[in-house]
């Protein structure tokens, strides 16, 4: 089983940068990958972005259009979320999930850190 625990959201001026962690612990090597994904208030939760645990070979969603970047450091079980030029409308709670193999969806939801950005 693997535990997540997000970090580093906070409230931030639109065009300011944040980087989110995402601790795990448990069966971490067993993972497939790691996801970020996020929801505002009244949305359904959507994914942003993910990166395969071995290669760390990287996929995003659309609208991120260069302003986000996930990475990974193996050492240290820890997945990242580099937001850039971030807008009033990345305002949400972001949350990290693992995907234990390509067949299975993503689960193991840490509890999510709040982005909150001003305008």
């Known amino acids: 089983q693997v535990r997540l625990v997000e970090s580093g959201g906070g409230l931030v001026q639109a065009g300011d940068s944040l980087r989110l962690s995402c601790a795990a612990s448990g069966s971490t090597f067993s993972s497939y990958a790691m996801g970020w994904f996020r929801q505002a208030p009244s949305k359904e939760r959507e994914f942003i972005a993910a990166?395969?645990?071995?290669?760390?070979?990287?996929y995003y969603d659309d609208f991120v259009k260069g302003r986000f970047t996930i990475s990974r450091d193996s050492a240290k079980n820890t997945a990242y979320l580099e937001m850039n030029s971030l807008k009033p409308e990345d305002t949400a709670v972001y949350y990290c999930a693992a995907q234990p193999s390509i067949a299975t969806p993503f689960g193991s939801w840490g509890q999510g850190t709040q982005v909150t950005v001003s305008s």
């Open positions: 990166i395969r645990w071995s290669g760390g070979s990287t």
